[in-house]
């Protein structure tokens, strides 16, 4: 069973400027979670989404959002781009909202010049 | 808020040692817990996890015990390799309908020398 899968891996953009991520959950899971890691926040929660619902919001700005499709693949937007969004960003699937098994991907690299 | 705490990094161990990394948690509820292992250049992977009090997760020889009296979920290894290297993530789950997003610890990173 394919796993994960996070496109593209990685990403440069400039301040201003807006970026799209996508994630492609395993087979079967309905459920996608996004994450921003860096080093020195560590790992925080963005949002959740189930059944293309958003179930899950972490503490983020309004220029972070996302969406889930029919065939639970998940997308994150983020808008008018600041340094300080610079991470890693790592998409998680399951199988439902439990979270007793979540699975990771290898994330995105996104740079902010 | 639910919270999660682990011991500073980085640990440095030589092969065969004994591994111990503390995390103690904070949450309102009845969490589970969780240990992730994140090898250089990938993602998260689910080490170990345990949903209620005294229960015991293991895998690949990393056990945790789930301490409700301390609120810890202490990392165990009896002797490390080369292999382990990687950043260990403490992560806790609380239980309440609606709210049951992961929060981490900040990561610990274990290098272990030949």
């Known amino acids: 069973k394919a796993g994960v899968t996070q496109t593209p891996r990685y990403l440069i953009k400039t301040r201003g400027q807006q970026v799209t991520l996508s994630c492609s959950p395993i087979s079967g899971h309905r459920s996608v979670s996004w994450y921003q890691q860096t080093p020195g926040q560590g790992l925080q929660f963005l949002f959740e989404?189930?059944?293309?619902?958003?179930?899950n919001k972490g503490n983020f700005p309004g220029r972070f959002s996302g969406r889930q499709f029919s065939n639970s693949r998940s997308e994150m937007n983020v808008s008018t781009l600041e340094l300080g969004d610079s991470a890693l960003y790592l998409c998680?699937?399951?199988?439902?909202?439990?979270?007793?098994?979540?699975?990771f991907g290898p994330g995105t690299r996104l740079t902010v010049l | 808020g639910n919270s999660v705490t682990q011991m500073e990094g980085p640990v440095t161990l030589s092969e065969e040692a004994f591994l111990t990394i503390n995390c103690t948690y904070t949450?309102?509820?009845?969490?589970?817990l969780f240990w992730y292992v994140q090898y250089p250049g990938e993602g998260l992977q689910l080490l170990l996890k345990?949903?209620?009090?005294?229960d015991k997760g293991s895998n690949k020889g990393f056990e945790a015990t789930y301490r409700k009296e301390t609120t810890s979920f202490h990392l165990e290894k009896g002797s490390v390799q080369v292999s382990d290297s990687a950043v260990y993530f403490c992560?806790?789950?609380?239980?309440?309908?609606?709210?049951?997003?992961?929060?981490f610890g900040t990561g610990t990173r274990l290098t272990i020398i030949p």
């Open positions: 998680a699937s399951s199988l439902d909202t439990s979270y007793n098994e979540q699975f």
């Open positions: 992560a806790l789950r609380e239980s309440n309908f609606g709210n049951e997003k992961l929060t």
């Open positions: 345990a949903t209620k009090a005294d």
């Open positions: 989404y189930f059944s293309e619902t958003q179930r």
């Open positions: 949450a309102t509820g009845y969490p589970s």
